[in-house]
């Protein structure tokens, strides 16, 4: 494994940016960031012999990437690379060391002269990266021999529906157990209401989702082709820190945003699915982790690149064009985890974050309000509250400005939510909890 982390296929040899020291990276690249007055509204490529190809604006007012201005806030760029730290919650903050990486790549890729999402994704040199990817994948989450990893498009949302058009068929009685533990998770129920007949054995929705639900084994009916649950509920801020055992009954986990961030016993599995966007790669791609015997089950009616036999079929799980660059920066990523440790460091890293963060709300005599029961609590996603809405605001702007972006929870929530997955430094959160501390003293 560590080898393998160290030894890239000689197809990849930029790849070798991910293992450098933060900072020196940092450094070197200091020209990475957002220059509001030079982003374009429409652009044309120039190059001159001074200046590299670069996008000039040809007209209109300076805007930022959102298309908004943000004059005073994000000021204050502490992280590495000149950036804030970025705490949102999905498209979320990528280890500097990746992004940089994916500029080079994007107009050289391999020193073949062109760019990474412009070769063909049958390329020998991106196949290279397929490969490595499924395999850093099987090892980094210690997937056994008899389950397939299957690269799938369209995030988490897309992975709702194709779990029952897979799935729902698996037994005769076309029915499926939810587990409603939140936002997620009713929107999955509710998609798999169209394609068979859904039960509800546990839900928290009385408790406003402060906890997950319990999972009794009376509830497992055999007649049901699975059993699904949202392994994170990004938005409540809660996670299943045991699964139940299910049995003959496969469980099916959505884990879009805690895949790679707890060790796991892929076993007790019969799908996990992850949309990217958090702690894979960029948004548009999902990876699936099915069970062989659950594959061959799908619905006449299902569409072909949603189909697990489909995408099975293929060495690479390229059943059609993918999304490339988000493949392209996954395999970044996984090398990048790789380096560090693998899961249990990210593990071990991701309750050193968050610990810090609760032990801090707990502290606070009641001035920062989790929203969640403490045993119940996530390590990605740490939501709380303030005493009233105009601290609650101010918080936000000043933290905006400290350089601590996109901590605004959720709008079916509201109160903070400080998203910290894998590629959030502890320095991130420490300064974020400096804040804090110095926050309750101003306004406490
Ligand atoms: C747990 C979970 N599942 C599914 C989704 C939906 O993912 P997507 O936006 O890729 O469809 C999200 C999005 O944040 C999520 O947090």
Redesign the pocket.
Known sequence: MALLALAPPLAVPAATGIRCDFRCVAMAVASWRWRPDTTPQRAEFMSSEAAPAQIRPTAGKARTPAGKARPEAAKARPAPGNRVYNFN??PSMMPLPVMEETREALADFAGLGAGVVEISHRSPEFLALVEESLTLLRELLEVPDHYRILLAH???????SVVPFNLIAYRPARKALYVDS????A??LDIGTRYGYVHVPAHSRDSDYDRVPEIEPDMLDPEASYLYL??????MGTRFHTFPDTGALPLVA?????ILSRRLDVSRFGVIF?????NLAP??L?VVIVREDLIGHALPTTPRIMNYAELAKDAHSLANTPTTLSLYMMCLLLRWIAAQGGVPEMERQAERRSGLLYDLIDASGGFYRGYVLPAHRATMNVTFTLPDDERLQRFLAEADRAGLYALKGHASRGGVRASIYNAMPMEGVELLADFMQDFQRRHG
């Open positions: 919650a999905g369209g995030g988490g949302q897309l992975q709702m939140g936002l997620f998770a929107r999955a949202c392994s994170n509920n990004t938005v959505d884990m879009t945003s805690e992850a949309g990217a966007q958090k948004a548009g999902a």
